[in-house]
Structure formats: C-alpha cells, structure tokens
Nanobody
Framework: QVQLVESGGGLVQAGGSLTLSCAAS????????MGWFRQAPGQEREFVAR????????NYADSAKGRFAISRDNAKHTVYLQMNSLKSEDTAVYYC???????????????WGQGTQVFVSS
C-alpha cells in the first residue's frame, strides 16, 4: 500500500520560510518522479515543483522560481520543499505526489498524499 505523508505546514508570516516534507512508503519502484502541488480555497490544484527520481532534474512553476527549492533523499524515501520569502498568495493546502510520468499536470501522478496546510499571514 502506497502512502505519502506530508508534514511541516503551519502558520508563518509573510517573508518567512517553511520546509515541507513528504515521506513515501510502498512505492513499487524508486523511479518515481515526485511533485508538489497546492490548492487554495475555491481554486484548482496547481503545480508547484517536481523532481526526477535521480534528483538531477527539477522544475518549478513560475510562482515558485527563485523562492522554493525541491529536493529528495532516496535513502530516506523523503522529498522536501523549502519555501522562502513566503507571500500571502502562497496560502494553500500543499500536496505531495508520486508519478511515473511526473510532469506538471495533476493527471500525470499516480499517488497523492492527504496534504498539509500552509497559511501565510500578511
């Protein structure tokens, strides 16, 4: 049974930082791309960042470039999202996902976590 468990969300002031973690277990293969998505109230789930299984390739949404950094530790089966210079518009539930295709679209991911809430106060 595949499980993706996010942690690290919370309340932070604008300009602050948070690091999200996603612990994965039960994935059939280590060759899964990992992605972070987010969903604000009343909005669609949107892509934030992704990292290839080897960690050698990363990709970010324009809103995340220069502020967020995705990384993974395959030995710990964990992926991270370091978020800096947070803005109120970053407020959302953040989801971790694993997919063999691993693109920037929701449909390209096979497994999802339950999400962790990030609230940025202005």
């Amino acid at each position: 049974q595949v499980q993706l468990v996010e942690s690290g969300g919370g309340l932070v002031q604008a300009g602050g930082s948070l690091t999200l973690s996603c612990a994965a277990s039960g994935l059939p293969s280590s060759r899964y791309a990992m992605g972070w998505f987010r969903q604000a109230p009343g909005q669609e789930r949107e892509f934030v960042a992704r990292i290839w299984w080897s960690g050698g390739f990363t990709n970010y949404a324009d809103s995340a470039k220069g502020r967020f950094a995705i990384s993974r530790d395959n030995a710990k089966h964990t992926v991270y999202l370091q978020m800096n210079s947070l803005k109120s518009e970053d407020t959302a539930v953040y989801y971790c996902a694993a997919g063999l295709q691993g693109g920037s679209r929701v449909g390209q991911y096979n497994y999802w976590g339950q999400g962790t809430q990030v609230f940025v106060s202005s």
